[in-house]
């Protein structure tokens, strides 16, 4: 019932930045929890970054200090500002929502992200 849909997505030299966005239309039920996921091939979806309405958030080790998570609102769009990028950031982005967390919940079809020079 309720669809996400992210946008952003692209090629970035290493060091650069890019900023990600979900959307969530579809339902009047409120997300409380939303987060961003990737993918890198080969590899299993790893969790990267969340957002609750509480205003708690909470980064993977990886990406503290570099990826910040935010929403509006609403909660209906929430974004991933991704800076001094690495190759190894390289991946399918992928934004998930939940109603009370994110240990269940809907997901985006994902955006890839490409980390090259």
């Known amino acids: 019932q309720v669809r996400l849909m992210e946008s952003g997505g692209g090629l970035v030299q290493p060091g650069g930045s890019l900023r990600l966005s979900c959307a969530a239309s579809?339902?009047?039920?409120?997300?409380?929890?939303m987060g961003w996921y990737r993918q890198a091939p080969g590899q299993e979806r790893e969790f990267v970054a969340a957002i609750h309405t509480s205003g708690v958030t909470r980064y993977a080790e990886s990406v503290k200090g570099r990826f910040a998570i935010s929403r509006d609102s609403a909660g209906k769009m929430w974004y991933l500002q991704m800076n001094r990028l690495k190759p190894e950031d390289a991946a399918v982005y992928y934004c998930k929502g939940g109603i009370r967390d994110l240990s269940t919940g809907i997901w985006g079809q994902g955006t890839q992200v490409t980390v090259s020079s």
């Open positions: 579809g339902s009047r039920v409120s997300l409380n929890a």
